[in-house]
């Protein structure tokens, strides 16, 4: 497991957005940052999941978060505009950026892969992530140290049998990070990492291995020192590395 003692006050005064905030790793996610002190954004397509989990924030006495319903499958360019004026308004910048939201696809041989499904996959895995980055672009230019997160896979960094359409995406993944860290080398201002969370005990885990135990694998609240680490200023010096939270 990934060990680190993340400080109370880490996230101090950094306006984070975490995508697939609703549940799982994304909503584990957004407690822990909040937790720290972190202003988070929780955007996902489910609003009832996002209160819930805003509830949660709010029950624990930490910030005010911003609850933001959006459907990665389905948005357009003007919709990640409007989402990237509004927090313009109201925060002025951008401090992180969690990329969690991913669906998992068919588990099925390239020559058994529906043409829509394996679309669908590439669709919320990649081109939202790189339609959400590019419009969120200039509010991560203001901060003084922001970190954006691409949450990747162990099939995204060797290709494995009947995981085609997820781990093609999580390949892409990769290839977007190493893009912008590379776009953002030589900057102390932006900095882009991949996060492979491992099994962990989820709703998408449980779809890929219907039979597997999962008091086996660890929760979501137990892989977050990997993500604080990542998003807050103990980890300014890492720019382009595939991580592992387990």
Do not use: C
């Amino acid at each position: 497991m990934f060990t680190y003692q993340a400080a109370p006050d880490l996230l101090a005064d950094r306006v984070i957005l975490v995508t697939g905030a609703g549940r799982g790793i994304g909503a584990a996610a957004a407690m822990a940052y909040a937790a720290h002190g972190g202003q988070v954004i929780l955007l996902g397509k489910t609003r009832s999941n996002l209160e819930t989990v805003a509830n949660q924030i709010r029950a624990a006495g930490h910030l005010e978060p911003m609850v933001y319903t959006l459907n990665l499958e389905t948005a357009t360019t003007a919709d990640y505009e409007k989402l990237e004026v509004q927090l313009d308004d109201r925060f002025g910048r951008l401090d992180g950026l969690l990329h969690n939201a991913s669906i998992l696809g068919p588990r099925a041989t390239l020559d058994e892969t529906p043409d829509a499904e394996f679309a669908q996959v590439m669709r919320v895995n990649v081109t939202a992530t790189f339609m959400l980055t590019r419009a969120l672009l200039p509010l991560l230019h203001r901060s003084t140290d922001a970190s954006v997160i691409f949450t990747s896979s162990s099939v995204g960094r060797k290709g494995r049998a009947q995981w085609g359409a997820y781990a093609v995406s999580k390949f892409a993944t990769e290839g977007l990070m190493q893009t912008l860290a590379d776009e953002s080398a030589g900057s102390s201002l932006i900095r882009a990492n991949s996060l492979n969370p491992g099994g962990t005990r989820t709703q998408m885990r449980a779809e890929a291995y219907p039979d597997e135990n999962p008091d086996r694998v660890p929760t979501p609240e137990q892989i977050m020192p990997a993500y604080l680490y990542l998003m807050g200023p103990d980890s300014a010096h890492k720019n382009g590395v595939a991580f592992d939270a387990q």
